[in-house]
């Protein structure tokens, strides 16, 4: 949301968001999901982990901390309130090793190789030992390092939250390239797209409404594309771009979700569906979040909405959508629980709810374990629901 502006005036100034949640401008889809119908018996936790020491403050819960996860060595990777990054087994919760960082964590840790990455809200961005958690290298920027880095190859990419992004060495974390954006001239929401990478190309998008496609290896500008062009206002591109084959599916705050040529950023279709907080690729489709707490899936091919769901309007924004296994998706919802629906209809069949709020995407395994951080300070691990 933007910066000293409450929820409710949000919704106010922008009213075409349809912040009370009713049906969405044009769309004849059956609310094919109700989180009444989700099951009554809720996940429950394999272990947990307390991983933030000290007291728990007002402002901490709104962090965007979340864990990672690397199948090799079965690693749980976390950055602590407290300065500390730390690694755990996925299966037993038992610690491996604790370091240092400066500043906080922010979103997801991200293994590549033998390294861990972190990003912290002191503009850092560190490169860790992802078995011994020794540093091997950091790089500093001007801004909070809010979002995860996306990595191919030996290139590492991220945003720093003033309109810049970077590209790196992986194994030595030197500067390669880097694009700066200059931010709207007026008010801008807080957040920022993560970067997505594909075929040689990164894509993100930007505050002034701009989606951007990169050269991975050099930063070479390939295209722009504004998807915002008739807003003056709140036209922010904050959701990471999803990549399908040669179709890149982007969405502004105002401008709605757009399906755009890869390779030219010619746009292929267009949905009038503001509010996108995040979307996730999925067999040729696209599931999105939306401010309001609605989850919907869309076709890759043209936009029209296969499903959508209301999560509980009370539970607060929901996070970017993570997929679990072949048969769900994980989202959660601020305040509220972690809710796991079905892929195929959205229909809800899990919760958890560890009573003081997620505000953080959970990592997970490839056997559909969860590894969630809650806003208590609390890492849990939950197992999967059996297939029936």
């Not at 969405?24 to 889809?29: M, S, V």
């Not at 094919?32 to 402002?59: D, K, Y």
């Not at 002034?208 to 295209?223: C, I, P, S, Y």
């Not at 997620?358 to 056997?367: C, I, K, M």
Request: hydrophobic share 40%.
């Amino acid at each position: 949301m933007i910066r000293g502006l409450g929820g409710a005036g949000l919704c106010a100034l922008l009213g075409l968001i349809g912040c009370r949640g009713a049906g969405l401008a044009g769309d004849f889809t059956p609310l094919t999901g109700q989180h009444q119908a989700a099951s009554p018996v809720p996940m429950q936790p394999a272990w947990r982990r307390e991983i933030q020491l000290g007291p728990i403050t007002h402002e901490a819960p709104q962090r965007k901390a979340a864990p990672g996860y690397q199948a090799k060595g079965d690693l749980v990777v976390v950055a602590g309130r407290d300065g500390q990054v730390s690694c755990f087994r996925g299966d037993s919760g038992d610690p491996v090793w604790t370091t240092p960082i400066a500043g906080m964590g922010q979103d997801h840790a991200v293994f590549t190789q033998d390294l861990v990455l972190v990003g912290t809200d002191d503009g850092v961005l560190a490169g860790l030992d992802a078995f011994t958690g020794v540093q091997r290298w950091v790089y500093r920027v001007l801004g909070v390092v809010a979002r995860a880095p996306a990595v191919s190859g030996e290139r590492v990419v991220f945003v720093d939250g003033t309109n810049a992004i970077f590209g790196l060495d992986r194994a030595t974390g030197q500067w390669r390239w880097q694009y700066r954006r200059d931010p709207p001239a007026e008010f801008s929401l807080a957040g920022e797209a993560a970067p997505a990478i594909a075929d040689g190309r990164v894509f993100t998008g930007f505050s002034d409404g701009t989606v951007v496609a990169l050269a991975l290896e050099d930063g070479a500008t390939l295209w722009t594309r504004d998807l915002a062009p008739e807003h003056d206002r709140f036209q922010d591109v904050d959701a990471t771009p999803a990549v399908i084959g040669d179709l890149v599916v982007a969405a502004s705050t105002a401008g709605g979700i757009y399906g755009l040529d890869a390779a030219s950023g010619a746009v292929r279709w267009q949905v009038s569906l503001p509010g996108v907080i995040g979307i996730l690729a999925i067999d040729g489709d696209v599931i999105v979040t939306l401010d309001r707490g609605v989850v919907a899936r869309l076709s890759g091919y043209n936009g029209q909405m296969r499903w959508r769901t209301q999560l509980p309007g009370a539970d607060g924004t929901p996070t970017e959508p993570v997929r679990v296994g072949l048969r769900y998706v994980a989202v959660n919802t601020g305040a509220g629980a972690l809710h796991l629906l079905d892929e195929l209809n959205g229909r809800p069949v899990r919760q958890f709810r560890p009573g003081s709020g997620l505000h953080s995407e959970p990592a997970v395994a490839p056997d559909g374990s969860l590894f969630v951080l809650s806003d208590g300070g609390i890492l849990y691990a939950l197992r999967p629901p059996k297939r029936r």
